[in-house]
Structures are given as C-alpha cells and as structure tokens.
C-alpha cells in the first residue's frame, strides 16, 4: 500500500464522529470611515498613503518624489515614461537591480493595512519584494474594512497573490525592529480617485 | 538530533544559572505576550473569533480524509506535484530526490518546524545538499548550530552581542559591534546573495485550503516569498492538519494568526500560492509523521488545530524562564509538550510535567486548544504506561498515599511544619529540588483544618 493509502486510511480510522462547519464565520467591522482606519494603521507599520486627484497627479507627484533615483519600474500605464527599467526580462533575477518599483494593486484592507497583489497585475511575482522600495497603486474606493470582507471581494485567485502590510521587517534580533530584512526597504501606497 | 536527550527540569537548572539573563528572557516574551494582550482587546469580536476557528478546525479533524482528497485534486489540477510521507524519513527522502532529480546541491529554506520535527537539514546536508535557512532568526541559529529555540521568534535566547559576535566570525561584520539595524543589513547582504544564487527553494505552510487547492505562507521578512519566486523549484512541505476547508476561512484564521503570535494585525506578507509561475515546478509534501495516530486519540487530537502562533509559549511561566532549548523538541512550549509525548513517549515524558498546569496557555490559544487538560492527561497516561523514571514515580505513589488518607495527611502536614520551623535546613538544602531559585515560605503556625476545627463554633 502507498503512502498516500496508508496515511488516509489510518485518518479514516481515527478521525472523531463528524461535527458541522459553523454558518456564520465573518464579522463586521464598523470603523466610521474606512479609509481614516487604513492610513491609520499603516503609519503604524512605517507606510504612507497619499491621495492623489488623477492619474495625471500621480505622474506629477512620483516625478518628484523621486527626483535623481535611477532604475525605476512600474506597473502603472500611466507612469511608463517616468520608469527607466524595463521589465520585459526572461529571467527574474535581473530585476535585482531595481531602486524603486510602483505597481497596480488591487484593493486594501483598512484593520491591517495590507493591500492584496497579484498575477493578474504582475509579470514577475518576485518584484514586490526584490525591489529596494515599493509603491503601490490602487483606486481610492477600494478599501473594505476587514479580512471577511476581503475574501468575499476575493472569490478566486489568481495564480499566485499576496496580502502585503508595509515594507518588510524583523524584529530578531532581541525584539528590536528593523525594517528593511529581505524585501522592501520602504513602503508608500497612492490612492487615486477615479 | 542524535545527541543524547537532557531532561527539561536539568536543561532548564543550567539555564537559570545567570539570574539576570533568566529574567530578562522572561520579560522579553511576557512583552510579546502584552502585545499579543492589546491587540486582541482591539477586537470586540475576539472571543467569537476564537470559538469559529476552533469549530472549523474541529470539523477539519472530522473530515481529514475528504478534505485532503479535494485539496489534492485541485492542487494537482492546479500543476503542483503532491506526495505524501507517512513518516519523517519518507518526506526526507522525497525532498532529497526532488533535489537530485533537479541536479540541485544547493537551497534556500524560510521557516518550516515540520523540517525541524523531521531533522531535515541534518539528513541533506548528509547527502551533499546545503541548505541556508533565510529567516534571520533561524539563519541566526542555523549559524550557531543549534536549533530554533522558538517556533517565532527562533533566536529569542539570544542578546545582541551574542549575535553580534557570531556575525563578526560568520559575516565579517565590525567586532563588537551590536546595533540590530547594523547586523540585519549584513544578513540581507548576505541572504540576498544566496537568493540569488540558489535555484531550489523550500518553504513551509501555514494554511492549505482544500477549496482551491492553494496554500498560504506569511512572513515579516519577506524570504519565503524571496526563495520561491527566483528559484526553479519550489518545495513546500505541511503536516497533514494545516488544512481549511474553504479561502473566505482564511478571514478567521489571518485575523488570528499574526496578534496572537506578536500582536500585529497580520504579517507582512500573507502569500497564497496556487499554480507554479510559467517554467517553475512546485511540489508539496504531505506528511503524516504520528498526526494520523493523534487524531485517534481522544483524550489529545484538538492538539492537531494547531496554527503554530507560538502564543502559549510567550504566556507560559515555566517557559519563560526554562528557555526553548530544554524541551528538547522542535516545537517548545505548553503547545510542544502535548505533541511530543506522541512521536516518543519515552524520550519525552519529561515534558507534560515542564508546567505548573495554570492554564494561561489555554487562555490565549487562538483555536481553543485544552493545553493545560492535555499536559494533566499525558501525566498520567505516561505514568501508567511505564515512560516515567522511577523517582518521580515513586514521588507520585507517596502523595497519592498521604493525600488519599486523611489522618496520614494531618500527621504529615504537622510533622512537615514542625520540621520546617525547627530544623530549617533540612529543607533549605541543595537536595531539595523546591529550594533551587527559590527561598522556601515560613511555615504557618497550624493548618486551615486545625483552624477551623478551633473555630466553628
């Protein structure tokens, strides 16, 4: 008998006489404005949120914040002639050398500050996190209040996607937190208004 | 590990040596434990939360078999590659030969107590694999040769200059010095090269949804992510019980996780990987290894809802002041002494007795897990089975005999005090094990019962 046959059998054996699924398994979260709530907790976590009028703004915005940064790439349409890196690679180690990257994401989640990429707005799931900083894109009404509600925005996934809350960080080395361990170093998120 | 076990209550004698260390690893967990305290007081909803994690893991227990089935087909509909292990050498075993498939000596690991349980890295570097974890704490560790001390927060008992040392030795960073920003920037120098570098990537699991067949690893740093998304093959390996039934299910579970383990709200990275990327092999390993002998026993298979927070360790008294190390298991803690008992009872009878039964444990676990009746049960399955060594056996008889005799107890209590006041020393003397880290209690004049007897009227 293979493994597989071993292992579920002995679990048919031994599991407890069958209990059911509780029906109610989602909660509300009744913050009296959702996007106060997201800015909130990630100024906590070291991120900042910007409210951009229009694309056109953003352009304008990203032009000077940041002036002088070379290896620059995005996602967003709308900033093309701004990004000096192409991300038409093969391999995704060449990504490596990238200074700053600001993509188009899907939508946030206002208790934990993470907002939701994936596969359907990214070429290279590596790119978030082997970026130096990252920037994320997303429209102003696509905040929902909590994790619930983010998966019942979320029916299926794609291939691959992630729930990302501020730069990538650490704490070690006795409890002292550092940010900056393996992936971004710095964490903004524009939120554009439609 | 091959070297010879030390018993919890010996390790834990040698690790309370320095007084000021011991006090200071206790506070820097009772500190993760009140941020653990705040977080979850933020949420009204808490208790509710709770009590619905438990009840899906219940019905996760009760419907192991089906819901492995469907998470298979989909994860293969999906394109990954699953296999199944009934032990910790046949998931040894199949990593290896993934690896040698692939001509792979060389891979990259983020944080994976099942590795640990099944002493993995040792097994391949055996066999000519090198494997980097890149966790810093378990990189910290890794480099120290040594196990994780703690499944979060792996180099939790160590002091900066411990690891700024290593560092130095290792890494060649400036001696003496210890600023964490300072010696984290090395580690990311150093890890991002093995990133780079490595084409097999291995990760663990912290939710497998059958629904989708998808599975989600979270992360602060970053590495799990890291490791798989560059490397050619991707390897993740999950205890059979780390299934859900359903994605919205993961709403519970994310909302628990990260505040019960460090009172954050989530982890940084929460990633759910479902098909390999184009050109990519991703393979998952499901591993038995004792879990489908635990689910048959009542008394003990809630221990299987486990979500490896790390909660009750932070919370635990004998924990925080006897270090991860002396539990001799590679998950520590209240949660790891009613799990090792069942991989080996006679290597870990030691363990449910590593408590002082007060509960806190149970309190905080985030799916209602009965810790503190577990460690009582074990207690007394392992007496009964003949695990337990012969003194502490023996110690057990005798009170069961003076507390089962009424007379004979009031005789002992009155002996007993008589002797503490009047030949303090026979006491307070290295024999006794109650006198270590502690100043025995003045003994009181008479006993409650001799004082209610005085009293009724």
Not at chain 1, 27 to 51: C, D, H, P, R
Not at chain 2, 103 to 129: A, P, R, W, Y
Not at chain 2, 242 to 251: F, R, S
């Amino acid at each position: 008998m293979s493994s597989r046959e071993k292992i579920l059998q002995q679990v048919k054996l031994n599991k407890p006489s069958e209990t059911a699924l509780p029906l109610h398994y989602t909660f509300e979260s009744g913050y009296e404005n959702t996007e106060v709530k997201f800015k909130e907790i990630l100024q906590a976590i070291y991120t900042e949120v910007i409210v951009v009028g229009s694309l056109d703004e953003l352009k304008e915005k990203v032009e000077e914040m940041y002036a002088g940064v070379v290896n620059k790439a995005t996602t967003v349409e709308a900033l093309s002639s701004w990004a000096d890196f192409s991300l038409q690679v093969q391999d995704p180690h060449e990504l490596e050398m990238i200074e700053i990257a600001i993509l188009q994401a899907e939508f946030g989640v206002a208790e934990n500050g993470a907002v939701w990429i994936s596969d359907r707005h990214l070429q290279h799931r590596v790119l978030p996190f082997i970026t130096q900083n990252l920037a994320f894109v997303i429209p102003r009404n696509a905040l929902v209040n909590n994790m619930h509600d983010a998966y019942k925005r979320l029916l299926d996934t794609t291939g691959w996607g992630c729930f990302i809350a501020g730069p990538s960080k650490t704490a070690d080395i006795e409890q002292s937190l550092v940010i900056g361990a393996h992936g971004a170093r710095s964490m903004v998120i524009f939120l554009v208004e439609n | 590990m091959s070297k010879a076990v030390i018993e919890h209550a010996e390790a834990s004698e040698t690790f309370n040596k320095d007084e000021s260390y011991v006090d200071w690893h206790d506070e820097t967990l009772w500190f993760v434990r009140k941020k653990r305290d705040i977080s979850s007081k933020l949420l009204p909803e808490w208790e509710e939360l709770r009590e619905t994690a438990s009840q899906i893991k219940h019905y996760v227990l009760s419907h192991m078999d089906d819901l492995l089935e469907t998470f298979e087909k989909n994860a293969k509909a999906n394109g990954v590659h699953v296999h199944w292990a009934a032990d910790a050498k046949e998931h040894n075993e199949i990593v290896l030969a993934i690896l040698k498939q692939r001509k792979v000596d060389k891979m990259v690991k983020s944080k994976s107590m099942l590795t640990e349980e099944c002493h993995m890295n040792e097994f391949l570097s055996q066999n000519g694999i090198e494997v980097i974890d890149t966790d810093l704490g378990e990189r910290i560790v890794q480099l120290r040769q040594e196990p994780p001390s703690h499944i979060v927060l792996p180099a939790i008992h160590l002091k900066k200059k411990d690891i700024g040392d290593l560092f130095h030795e290792h890494l060649g960073t400036d001696a003496g010095a210890t600023d964490p920003q300072y010696l984290t920037e090395a580690a990311r120098q150093h890890l991002r090269d093995k990133f780079l570098t490595r084409r097999a990537a291995l990760t663990g699991v912290n939710f497998a949804v059958a629904e989708t067949g998808a599975f989600v690893v979270c992360t602060n740093e970053g590495n799990a992510d890291m490791g798989a998304h560059l490397a050619d093959v991707h390897i993740a390996c999950m205890g059979f019980e780390k299934i859900i039934p359903l994605q919205a299910h993961l709403g519970v579970f994310l909302r628990l996780l990260a505040r019960s383990a460090t009172g954050q709200p989530i982890t940084t990275y929460s990633s759910h990987f479902k098909t390999p990327r184009q050109g990519q092999e991703m393979h998952l390993v499901i591993v038995d290894n004792g879990r489908s002998t635990q689910l048959g026993r009542a008394d003990f298979r809630n221990s299987l809802k486990c979500i490896r927070c790390g909660a009750c360790m932070n919370t635990c008294p004998v924990y925080r002041r006897s270090g991860g190390h002396s539990y001799h298991n590679a998950v520590a803690g209240p949660i790891g002494s009613i799990l090792a008992p069942n991989l080996d009872m006679t290597k870990n009878a030691d363990l449910p007795f590593a408590s002082t039964l007060c509960g806190s444990c149970s309190n905080v676990c985030p799916v209602k897990i009965d810790i503190h009746d577990q460690l009582y049960k074990w207690r007394q399955v392992l007496v009964q089975g003949g695990h337990v060594p012969q003194a502490k056996e023996i110690g057990i008889k005798a009170m069961s005999m003076v507390l089962s005799q009424p007379r004979f107890y009031q005789w002992s209590g009155r002996l007993g005090r008589s002797v503490m006041r009047t030949l303090p020393f026979m006491v307070n003397n290295s024999l006794n094990p109650w006198y270590k880290q502690r100043e025995m209690p003045e003994p009181p004049k008479e006993s409650f019962r001799d004082w209610y007897v005085r009293n009724r009227k």
